[in-house]
Structure formats: C-alpha cells, structure tokens
C-alpha cells in the first residue's frame, strides 16, 4: 500500500484538528471540508486547503458523500479520515472512498456493518467467547415474548433497537404491565430513528459500570488492548467525562475484559483503532462484564488512552491504512499514570444539559503541566446548533488519580470561556466530590445522586450568580507600573462579532460596511439598490486562500458599494454603504 500524502478529513470541530495535527507531524498535506456555518472555524484554518461543501445542515454537507468525494478528487486528497459522528460508521460511505481509489483510514466496511447491528454482534461475541448480558438471540416479535424472558432470566428487562446505539431505541421494562406499551415505543422509535424496527431484549443491569477497552489491529492479522476507559458518568448516555485507568477495576479484570475484547475485533476481522464497551458490575461471586457493543471508530474520548500507553491513536491509523504492522506487542504495552478527559461542552448544567448554542467572547485555554487541550474553538467561534455542543476536551495527566484530579481543577479553573454556558462548572463539582475521589459512582450517578439545579455558573447578573471576579489591568505612567482593579457593575459581558461579519461603522448616511480582515475581493452579490436583510451576503472576500462571505449586520438598502471584484483592501476598509430602515 503506498504511503499516504494528502488526507481528507471529512469532519469538523476538534477532532477534524486532531487528526490535522497527526498529520502533520507525520509530513502529510491536509485538506479541510466545512459548512456554510463553519467558514470561519478554526479547523478551517489548520489545513492546507479548505472547501465549502455547502448549507450548514449535515445532509447538505458534512453527510453528503458525492460532495465529499468530489472535493476529494478537486483536492488531489489520496486518503480519508472520517473522524467520529457523522459518517465514521457508515459502512456505504467506507466503501465509496475505497471505490473511488481512495485509502480508507479506518476499519473495513464489513467490520463496520457486522458491529453495527447489535444482534449480529452479539452472535460474534458468542463466536469469540465474549460473555454478554443473558438475551434474546433473534429479534423479538411482539411484547408476549418478554414476560417468558423475564421468568427466566428476571426483571427488569432492557428492550434495544437491533440497528441501534447510544442511548436510542432503548426502553427498561420493569414489570409485565409495561411490556406491551414499552414494545411499541422502542419499536416506533427504531424505526424512525435506524429504519429498522428490529427490537431485541436482555436482562436489565441496574446500576453498571460503563467500561470500554480501546483496540488496535493491523492488517496482518495483530491486534492489541491498550488499557480500558471507565465512561460511567453519562448524562442521557452522553458521555461527559471519562478516565483511564477505571477506579473499579483490579489487574486480573482488566487483562479479562482486555482479551475478550482483542478476542471480538479478531472474530470480526477487525484493524484500525476501535473500541468495545462493556457493562461491568460487582456480582455476588465478584467483578463480572458483559459485551455491549463495539464502535468502529476514533472516539472523543481517546486522549486518555493516548496519555496513559503514549501511542498516538491517530498516527496508528494512518499507519495501519497504508498497511503497515503494528510497531509493538502486548507486551510492550504499558500503562503508567492516570487520565481525566472533561468534555467542555456549550451545555447548560443547570437546565439538564440543554444545549446552548452561541458565539464564544473571550476565551484562554489551560495549560501547564499534564494538561492537553484538544479544541475547535477560539474567542469569536459560533458554536451553532446544527452540531454536537462540543467545544473541546479538557485532558489531564497525574501520576496517579489523585494528581490528575488536582490538575483537573486546577485546569478547569483557569478556562475561561465567556459568552456562553458551559459544562466547566459541572466538572469542577463532580472532580471535587468525595464521591468522585473514592471512585464509587456508575452510569446512574449523574441522573439520580447529582442536583445541578443550584450549581453556581459564575455567571455576571445571572440571578443568584455573583457578579464576576474583577479584573486586574497592569498600567504603565511616566515609567510607573501599576495594577487597577475593574469591577464590571452591569455583568454585560462584551460579546464580539463573529468573524464572518463585516465590522459595521455608523455613518451620517446609513450604515458602512468595512473588511474585517485584509483580502481580495472575489465576488461582489448585491448592487445598489438591493433592499437587504441582517445577515444578507453582500460580498466574498478572499483571505489565507478561504473565501469568506461578508454579511451585513442590517435591514435596509444598499447605497453603495465601494470595491470591485479582484481588488485588494486593508482591514477596516469600507466595502459599503447600507441605508438602514
Ligand atoms: C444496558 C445497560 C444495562 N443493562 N443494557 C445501552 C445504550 C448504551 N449507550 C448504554 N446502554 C446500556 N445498556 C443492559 N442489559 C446499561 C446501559 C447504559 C446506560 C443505561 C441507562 C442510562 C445510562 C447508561 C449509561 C451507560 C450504559
């Protein structure tokens, strides 16, 4: 296989940087795809070249296949990574890039089907000897048959989509009188979500532990574990923060659940990175897991793993996808220290992890010692709502847990991130529970022992929230330095424009649009006379070889328009001139 020189990744926000970083450090050109929406994100701008897709919504970008392909081809891109979400586990979208003479950095398509209906993994967890939780083999025709189950195998009885994952088409039965209406409403919920009503059942644990073990294998046939992820603290079965080492598990348990896992990825002819997720409990006979499922992609949460073994998951794919081995054994895995990864989402703790999407204002990152930031933000980045809230991952490394939780507050407490709510208030009070510190929480904890309600956002003028913390100015007179203390009374929180807008400038006779960033005019869209809405493209102005479209903050009529096509104008020059009203 020849080796990789120009990778497309089909993907946005962090992880689109991630693997832009992992390419080049290997010397590898990279190429960027983005939305309507994220022109002016900061993924954009790591690559070496970037191409609009088209309208924000996934369908029209980020989920069009020809599209991506065709900015493949344009590209001259001779790979494609697809990141996670979006298209990473789509089975057709695997084989178009390899059709279309592309490498394909991730794992085989077949591999991704066969994990992706659960009851056929299931039957290869049973091929591989993998224990999973006591459960129907076959899709289930009607409720009639879950109260047989549960005299066997006792209630409650969990109820799952076959071509589900995450938390849809999931339904708990904990009684006969709820089987009939918990049937039809994972069913119609299959349906719509998956296009299959396929439903299945298995015993119900109560209160498990969300554990899963990070794999690689390569195409010769070797795969290795790379330690486990304890993923219990979910909020809706999305993840909010995950560790590794898990506090729960014992060295025994993890070399069990380790092989069982290499033992499922060699059963289904598995190679790239991926992962398999457990259910892990205490039972009366002692620690025990179940298989639950197997992700056949790059996961948010692998710079935990990444931190504790120091293989770099994302060179291993482009490795492992040009054909080559793998470098080491199991043996030669170690894991050393302990990794907390806090997924800094624009969430709102408070009003139960309701999304908050926004415009970013100020914004500084931690850093220091032992702490990773993998961001897709900057001050100004939209953070919109067509997306996942993710903003970035906050990562920190300890010698051991307790140092990495001492590094996780101190890191959470030096983000700033204004404009939006964020989950930072959150993490910082679950890492500095005691509950937290013994380890003693499950995948029930969040949603049955935590009341955010109160949790104080530190948020100016939000009722309740004190006002910000005053701000030190350093200033300088006639040679003397001095520090002056800000209090902002009124709490506003300066909001700066994102950087698609044209900075607007009032003048006598209506509103002058001026460049926000020195460029080349490409196109001009409007001419005078054009009645014109806010948000209205009035022109496209090249700059660091991406087109940017400058909009007009205002309802009113174009006056004049001051530049032509193919002109090169300073930042702050006026563009022009909208009559409001
Ligand atoms: C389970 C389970 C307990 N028993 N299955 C299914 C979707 C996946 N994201 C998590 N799922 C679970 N399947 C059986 N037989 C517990 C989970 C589970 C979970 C369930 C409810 C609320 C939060 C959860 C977090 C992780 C795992």
Same mark, same amino acid.
């Given at each position: ?308 073994? %120091? ?269 409001? %009203?």
């Amino acid at each position: 296989m020849p080796r990789i020189t120009r990778v497309l990744v089909a993907n946005r926000g962090e992880i689109a940087v991630r693997i832009f970083r992992a390419c080049r450090e290997l010397g590898i050109d990279t190429v960027a795809v983005y939305s309507e929406v994220d022109r002016d994100a900061v993924h954009v701008g790591f690559a070496h070249e970037a191409y609009l897709l088209g309208d924000t919504a996934p369908s029209a970008s980020y989920l069009s296949i020809p599209k991506i392909l065709a900015v493949a081809g344009r590209a001259g891109a001779d790979a494609v990574h697809p990141g996670y979400g979006f298209l990473a586990e789509n089975g057709g979208f695997a084989r178009a890039v390899i059709d279309a003479g592309l490498t394909w950095i991730g794992p085989p398509p077949a591999a991704i089907e066969a994990a992706g209906d659960k009851l056929s993994a299931r039957r290869i967890a049973a091929r591989a000897s993998v224990p999973s939780v006591p459960g129907s083999a076959e899709p289930i025709a009607g409720p009639e048959a879950i109260t047989p189950f549960a005299e066997e195998h006792g209630w409650p009885v969990a109820l799952k989509a076959a071509k589900g994952g995450g938390g849809r088409g999931f339904r708990v039965v904990r009684g006969a009188r709820e089987a009939e209406e918990a049937f039809d409403g994972v069913t119609r919920e299959a349906e719509l979500s998956f296009g299959s009503s396929e439903i299945y059942m298995e015993r119900y644990l109560e209160n498990p532990r969300h554990i899963e073990i990070q794999i690689l294998a390569d195409q010769q046939g070797n795969a290795v574990y790379l330690g486990e992820r304890d993923c219990s603290l979910q909020r809706r079965h999305q993840k909010l923060l995950e560790e590794s080492p898990s506090p729960a598990l014992d060295a025994q348990t993890r070399k069990a659940m380790g092989e069982a896992a290499v033992s499922f990825a060699k059963e289904v002819g598995y190679y790239s990175a991926g992962t398999v997720e457990f259910l892990y409990e205490q039972g009366p006979d002692g620690p025990r897991f179940f298989f639950l499922e197997m992700n056949t992609r790059l996961q948010v949460e692998h710079p935990v793993t990444e931190l504790v073994t %120091g293989v770099d998951l994302a060179h291993a794919m482009i490795r492992v996808a040009e054909g080559n081995p793998l470098t080491f054994s199991q043996a030669e895995v170690t894991l050393r220290g302990h990794a907390i990864e806090c997924r800094i989402n624009a969430e709102d703790p408070t009003s139960d992890f309701l999304p908050n999407p926004g415009s970013i204002g100020n914004y500084s990152e931690p850093g220091g010692p032992g702490v990773r930031v993998d961001s897709g933000a900057r001050a100004g980045t939209v953070i919109p709502p067509s997306y996942d809230s993710l903003i970035a991952k906050l990562i920190c490394y300890g010698a051991d847990r307790e140092e990495a939780i001492r590094r996780t507050i101190r890191a959470l407490d030096e983000y700033r991130i204004e404009g939006l709510v964020t989950t930072i208030p959150f993490h910082r009070l679950v890492v500095s529970s005691p509950w937290f510190a013994e380890g003693t929480f499950s995948t029930k904890t969040i949603e049955n022992d935590l009341d955010l309600s109160k949790l104080d956002l530190g948020l100016p003028g939000k009722a309740g929230a004190p006002l910000p913390k005053p701000r030190m100015v350093s200033l300088e007179l006639e040679g003397k330095r001095f520090e002056v203390k800000f209090t902002e009374l009124s709490g506003r929180q300066s909001k700066p424009k994102p950087p698609d807008q044209a900075s607007r400038s009032l003048s006598g006779s209506g509103d002058t649009l001026t460049a926000p960033m020195q460029g080349t005019i490409v196109k001009v869209l409007r001419a005078k006379g054009d009645r014109v809405k806010a948000g209205d493209a009035i022109l496209v102005l090249e700059a660091m070889k991406m087109e940017n479209q400058i909009t007009c903050h205002v309802d009113g009529v174009v006056k004049e328009i001051r530049v032509k096509p193919g002109q090169t104008v300073s930042i702050g020059a006026a563009l022009a001139v909208v009559e409001t %009203g």
